[in-house]
């Protein structure tokens, strides 16, 4: 299974017991399979790498996952096409909202339902609000992999803020249990929205401070500039989504489709050149800023009236529904036969489409920036494996 | 070949009969594949299982990326199997029908990336491909049921 090609060459046990191989250009070099995961440090979920090791370089790497496969796509067989929101929503407690829009968006086009205008701006701001709580949980998994412990807990003190805000306005910190096929179970009132404003610009303020170290300190660019670097063609071949993509130099966002109100919205996708760790990191930072003019452009835009449309009938058809989650790229396949059941519901999320490109950085990669590299594609295994 | 033959002759056929009797395969031609299905935001081309590798490579030609694979349960031991691939921010899918013991072929010889999808399919749905870059031998996915999809 694992590519050893230059495992082809001589080899000879040397007198320290270890397997020695006698490479092309007559050096002789230690080649090890060391495996990483699924329990390590920088990883919050499990994901196996077997690392094929020539001394300390990684020549390269066999991914295994399927630890927490849960089969909840399954599910469509026991549970009605409207109470399955609340499956999709609970495949990952960061993507949440975002797997559930994706799955009303798919179900809805397929009734031909036009949600109502409010209900487009409340879900963008909601996606918004996510996309901060993600992208600022990332920064405080970094600086701890950096071995920085109070700034990891300052991006997480930063996050609070923003789950609160997600409280505050759905009732919920990870699951909100807010969208529903034709609208939204809970509205908001205008004190929230204010309330939101009030503190998306206390919360611009203190993540200038954090963010400015990342970007700045000679640590951090020590261990990310120019590491784990993947190039435009190679990101694109590899079918790469998200900041991953965007990090080296691919200008694309499902944003821009223009779906829910992000059509009425300006903004341009964050993108970086260099394709690094460190490019990645600055592109989630770019976002984040971004994120929080999102949010006051919907509550600037915020339009009245009712939140939620009748549903008739059952769904009949197929569509697949395309979303930009803080990862990426994420599709929703809905089919559905004319009955409550659905046939079949399918979520391609982002770290599946950017595990290919992992192992492509990780390949020639030292084993020490390996971890470096697995964290700035921001990999989410439950999403993952579902 | 004899006894065919035989056979042929106690019916009183010839070989010849028979070949010219039998139903051409459609002939995939560029740029065309065998039907269009799906509706104008999902458009879906259906093609058969020999015609799969023509198929997207005539696709990977065009620069199209493998954007997912996934498989579909339509009946008892019959299933679908959608690829999606995107272009800028179209898509355009390709379905084909597997039934029973058939066997796919693999598309990692022109989508290395594909192994992650096929191995998946194969894990849930026990469907056989063949000429995988990376064969997982059905470990991909650890499941306490063999196929639990199928």
Known sequence: MISTASCSVPSFRHRSGDERTVMADNSIKKISIVPFGPQHPVLPEPIHLDLVLQDEKVIDAMPSIGFIHRGLEKLVDKRDFKEFVLIAERTCGICSFGHSLGYVEAVEKIMNLETTPRTKYLRTMWAELSRLHNHLMWLGLLADAFGFESLFMDCWRLREKVLDMLELTTGGRVIFSVNKVGGLKKDVTPEMLESILKTVDELEKECRIVTDTFLGNGDVLSRMVGVGKLSPERAEELGCCGPFLRASGVRRDLRLQGYEAYGELNFEPVTALEGDCYARCKVRIGELYQSMDLIRQTIAKMPDGPIEVPVKGNPDGEYMARIEQPRGEAIYYVKANGSKFLTRYRNRTPTFANIPGLIETIRGAELADVAMMILTIDPCISCTER | ?150
């Open chain 2, 1 to 150: 070949m004899a006894d065919m033959n035989e056979k042929l002759a106690a019916a009183g056929k010839t070989f010849a009969d028979v070949a010219s009797t039998k139903k051409p395969a459609p002939a995939v031609q560029e740029g065309t594949l065998v039907r269009e299905t799906g509706t104008p935001d999902m458009p879906v081309e259906e093609i058969e299982i020999r015609e799969l590798l023509d198929a997207v490579t005539r696709i990977r030609h065009e620069e199209w990326r493998l954007i997912q694979i996934c498989a579909s349960k339509v009946a008892e031991d019959s299933y679908e199997i959608l690829y999606t691939f995107g272009r800028a921010y179209d898509i355009r899918n390709l379905r084909l029908c597997v039934h029973g013991n058939d066997r796919i072929s693999s598309i990692t010889s022109i989508y290395e990336v594909a192994y992650l999808y096929e191995n998946e399919i194969h894990d849930l749905y026990g469907i056989e491909i063949d000429m995988m870059n990376y064969d997982f031998n059905g470990k991909l996915f650890r499941t306490v049921i063999p196929t639990p999809f199928r």
